[in-house]
């Protein structure tokens, strides 16, 4: 497969015009995995955190619900595996999912070390229970707030490093390559202006692309970044049709959605229609507890049954004193638009929530780009398969963001301290002068991807999403912008173009990923995995 063509480097540099910045280990993205790597690196070399936003900017803090993990001396590593493939639709890497999960009470105790306060009760950690998980393994803090409280104590830990310099609010624009490896990257922050900051080892930390979609619980900071400058320096990316979509996200017209997270099915929380019909009993014998993947759809096909924007939340027979102290968040972001949680229902729809491909990584983070790691949400790590386990994405970050930083550490240590400017350039072009109304083709794209690649796909409307976006890309990623707006819209035009190509490649229904022209699971022909890759003419090819 052979499409649009996407540049190498996004603005014109020179070695001579710009300054340089060299450290032994270079970090991009200050959520949960970046600031695990950065506390797994030697303490005797240089890391550099680089971060488009502040640090609390990210998909880590607004994580609700929790870590999964076996604490419990009646629940087994054997169970929360076994929850874990089941819900990742027959295509996940069996040895990864035991290793992490094996590791999961390792890291969690270590954030309990390291100040972060996890909810309990008389002295022992409250266990709750998600959608996909067969036992309460699900550490929680502040109620409905757990990255909130655990970023917090990760971000104070790691301030307190001597060699970790944190730079907030610097873009990447690209990865820096020479003879086929990763050099580092080239930055712009609202201060110094571009950077090109050189370094031994690197590590992509930058989570998700939910921004790419109409409907999103992410913050405004999550535009596939990192999978673009990946892309664009010839990392191979894998599984991006998979995208979880969180059955409930606080749907008001005109308002900002708002999470509303999946423990309250956990705690007892009912689904039910504009009629008041407890609609999951239709769809599957899970209930509200099956994957989120099983929600998603039943919401989907229950809103269409009935003609109404949405579907609803109740948690009207519960105790009204436990739903004020278990989710003290919700409670108060559905106050702001009169509902009382504990009588009125919640409005919810699905909306994009984690993306669960990304760069092609090994076992400790390696990528197929030499110099280059990668953790957390930005990766294809075999984890998730095809639909991610409710409170595993915060346990990925801190396993895989610990194993990237110490093999990055290793490999930064075994290289001689010969620092140097590399004779790279990126010459300007000719510009044209026509305006784009970027905020325009920015939600036209949010929308023709929340319609083609949504929740429910189809050959139809996927091939419309393929020409229009390769219309875009055509006049958009030929630009050289001088703003962040500019910028993350090509890197989102880049994001989703490869998105709708695995999607459209994907002729089955598996997990995340439902087709409506090919509603079944194909075993036989599509239990493997989709990769893609920039070749050396900017074209995207498929290479898996």
Known sequence: MVVSKVPRYLVPFHPKQVPHYFTDVLIIGGGLAGLRAANA????????????????????????????????????????????LSAGGRLCDEEVVEMVVREAPEHINELIR?????????????????GGHSR????????????????????????????????ERAFTLDLLTHGDACRGALIADEHDGKTLVWAKQTILCTGGAGQVYRESTNPLVATGDGQAIAFRAGAELRDMEFVQFHPTVLYIAGSSRSLITEAIRGEGGRLVDRNNH????????????APRDVVS????????????????????HLDPDFVRQRFPGIAEACAKFGIDITSDPIPVRPGAHYMIGGLTVDREGRTTLPGLWAAGEVTSSGLHGANRLASNSLLEGLVYGARAGMAASAAGAAMPDDFRALPL?????????????LADIRNSLKSLMWRAAGVQRSREHLLEATETIDNLCRYVLARRFNDVEGWELQNMLTVSRIMVAAALARE?????????????TDDEHWRRRLAFQRNENGELCATA
Do not use: C
Not at 44 to 70: C, E, P
Not at 278 to 289: S, T
Not at 425 to 437: F, M, Y
């Open 41 to 84: 690196v030697d303490s005797k070399l240089s890391v550099l955190v680089v971060t488009k936003d502040v640090l609390r900017q990210s998909n880590s803090n607004y994580a609700q619900g929790g870590i999964a993990g076996v604490l419990d001396p009646e629940d087994r590593f054997e169970d929360h595996i076994t929850d874990t």
């Open 114 to 130: 390291w100040g972060t306060k996890f909810d309990r009760e008389s002295g022992e950690l409250t266990l709750g229970r998600e």
């Open 136 to 167: 309460h393994r699900i550490v929680h803090a502040l109620g409905d707030a757990t990255g909130k409280e655990v970023m917090r104590a990760v971000i104070e830990w790691t301030e307190r490093l001597r060699n970790v310099e944190i730079r």
């Open 278 to 289: 407890r609609f999951m009993q239709d769809y599957d014998e899970r209930l509200e507890l």
């Open 297 to 316: 759809q039943a919401i989907v096909s229950q809103m269409g049954k009935t003609r109404h924007p949405n579907v609803y939340l109740t948690l009207s």
């Open 425 to 437: 350039e990126n010459r300007p072009v000719e510009q044209q002068t026509e305006p784009l109304d």
């Open 508 to 520: 089955e229904s598996r997990g995340v990923h439902l087709r409506t022209d090919f509603p079944d």
